[in-house]
């Protein structure tokens, strides 16, 4: 059995009440109008990236900063 290595930057984690703290956004913005609808909607769009870890989305996260503009900043 070989031993597991945290991978870089565990140790600046932060915990509230046993659950991990993220800081995240949901990227989007407005398409526009849509001209052949008549209900003239504004679509929106959203971003989301590839998981690393296998199929499917997610939204984007950074390491949770004490300062939450910090974080978004960073994203």
């Given at each position: 059995?070989?031993d597991?290595?945290a991978r870089t930057?565990?140790?600046q984690?932060?915990?509230?009440?046993?659950?991990?703290l993220v800081?995240g956004?949901?990227?989007?913005r407005?398409?526009?109008?849509?001209?052949?609808?008549?209900?003239k909607?504004?679509?929106?769009?959203v971003?989301m990236?590839?998981?690393?870890?296998?199929?499917?989305?997610?939204?984007p996260?950074v390491?949770y900063?004490?300062?939450?503009?910090v974080?978004?900043?960073?994203?």
């Open positions: 059995m070989c597991l290595v930057g565990r140790h984690q932060r915990y509230e009440d046993g659950c991990r800081a956004c949901i990227p989007f407005y398409r526009g109008f849509d001209e052949t609808c008549d209900d909607v504004k679509a929106v769009e971003l990236i590839n998981s690393q870890s296998g199929p499917g989305l997610l939204f996260k390491r900063s004490r300062l939450c503009d974080a978004c900043i960073k994203k």
